[in-house]
T-cell receptor, first 114, second 112 residues
Framework: DAGVIQSPRHEVTEMGQEVTLRCKPISGHNSLFWYRQTMMRGLELLIYFNNNVPIDDSGMPEDRFSAKMPNASFSTLKIQPSEPRDSAVYFC????????????FGDGTRLSIL | GENVEQHPSTLSVQEGDSAVIKCTYSDSASNYFPWYKQELGKRPQLIIDIRSNVGEKKDQRIAVTLNKTAKHFSLHITETQPEDSAVYFCAASGAAGNKLTFGGGTRVLVKP
């Protein structure tokens, strides 16, 4: 299996621009998670989906952040408008929902907002 | 919600010595405890996990222990090698679905 696939790997953009991060979970995994990692705040869960439905979005920092999962093989995390404090590494992870299975992480998107 | 505390934040050991990282959690309903290793610039990768019906689990040089009464669990790495240098994260998942709460991480440096 190819694992969780994220794109782009790196993104540099100016503040105020819209940013879209993409994730393809492992085939057959019906739970998908978006995390943000910074030195100050560590690894934070932003939102997670079960069977394409958002279950817990309590970690989404502000209305500028939104996430969608239109089908079982694709999810996006969007920031609009972006701000310098959004600079971080964003990870996507997936697992089978049932029975507390390990989450498998993608390689992440390193986002820099200038 | 769940709160996971991890100690120490940094750990320096001599090659061949043991390393121990400790975590505590707040939700007594938590029943799944994975450990992840993250090398610089890479993604977190699962190294071992334990479920609440087990008190200890071992995989070669890595072991995890769980004390449900005290709500803490620990990672033990024996015979450390330079390639064990990384950041290690503990996590806990409770009855509230599939969600993991991560500890703050421990940066381990193994000195040759």
């Amino acid at each position: 299996d190819a694992g969780v696939i994220q794109s782009p790997r790196h993104e540099v953009t100016e503040m105020g621009q819209e940013v879209t991060l993409r994730c393809k979970p492992i085939s057959g995994h019906n739970s998908l998670f978006w995390y943000r990692q910074t030195m100050m705040r560590g690894l934070e869960l932003l939102i997670y989906f079960n069977n394409n439905v958002p279950i817990d979005d309590s970690g989404m920092p502000e209305d500028r952040f939104s996430a969608k999962m239109p089908n079982a093989s694709f999810s996006t995390l969007k920031i609009q408008p972006s701000e310098p404090r959004d600079s971080a590494v964003y990870f996507c992870a997936s697992n089978p929902e049932a029975g507390h299975q390990p989450q498998h992480f993608g390689d992440g998107t390193r986002l820099s907002i200038l | 919600g769940e709160n996971v505390e991890q100690h120490p934040s940094t750990l320096s050991v001599q090659e061949g010595d043991s390393a121990v990282i400790k975590c505590t959690y707040s939700d007594s309903a938590s029943n799944y405890f994975p450990w992840y290793k993250q090398e610089l610039g890479k993604r977190p990768q699962l190294i071992i996990d334990i479920r609440s019906n087990v008190g200890e689990k071992k995989d070669q040089r890595i072991a995890v222990t769980l004390n449900k009464t005290a709500k803490h669990f620990s990672l033990h790495i024996t015979e450390t090698q330079p390639e064990d240098s990384a950041v290690y994260f503990c996590a806990a998942s409770g009855a509230a679905g599939n969600k993991l709460t991560f500890g703050g991480g421990t940066r381990v440096l193994v000195k040759p």
